[in-house]
């Protein structure tokens, strides 16, 4: 079965940045979506940034311009790199693959990394 594992969470300042990565096991990399959700304290789980297996990419507008995801096919991992973090940004994120084509809806991931958090400081 598919398998995936988030690493790269942490603590960081308001303004500071992070690299988010997400190890694919069990997966040939160009077969699936790959996305990148998160879920604030007390919130939904919500759209970050997902990837298609050619590339193209899809932003949540809370992110966009800050937050560039990519992937490695060659070698199974998926990232999101994060700059100008703020504190809205602080939330379990989680990686997720899809097969095939794309979704901006969670639901339709049917692989789920374990999430890694990440908390921004004012």
């Known amino acids: 079965q598919v398998h995936l594992v988030e690493s790269g969470g942490g603590s960081v300042q308001a303004g500071g940045s992070l690299r988010l990565s997400c190890a694919a096991s069990?997966?040939?990399?160009?077969?699936?979506?790959m996305g990148w959700f998160r879920q604030p304290p007390g919130k939904e789980r919500e759209l970050v940034a997902i990837?298609?297996?050619?590339?193209?990419?899809t932003y949540a507008d809370s992110v966009s311009g800050r937050f560039t995801v990519s992937r490695d096919n060659a070698k199974n991992t998926l990232y999101l790199q994060m700059n100008s973090l703020k504190p809205e940004d602080t939330a379990m994120y989680y990686c997720?693959?899809?097969?095939?084509?794309?979704?901006?809806?969670?639901?339709?991931?049917?692989?789920w990394g374990q999430g890694t958090q990440v908390t921004v400081s004012s």
């Open positions: 997720a693959a899809r097969i095939l084509t794309c979704s901006v809806k969670w639901a339709d991931f049917g692989y």
């Open positions: 069990g997966v040939t990399g160009s077969s699936y979506c």
């Open positions: 990837i298609s297996r050619n590339g193209g990419t």
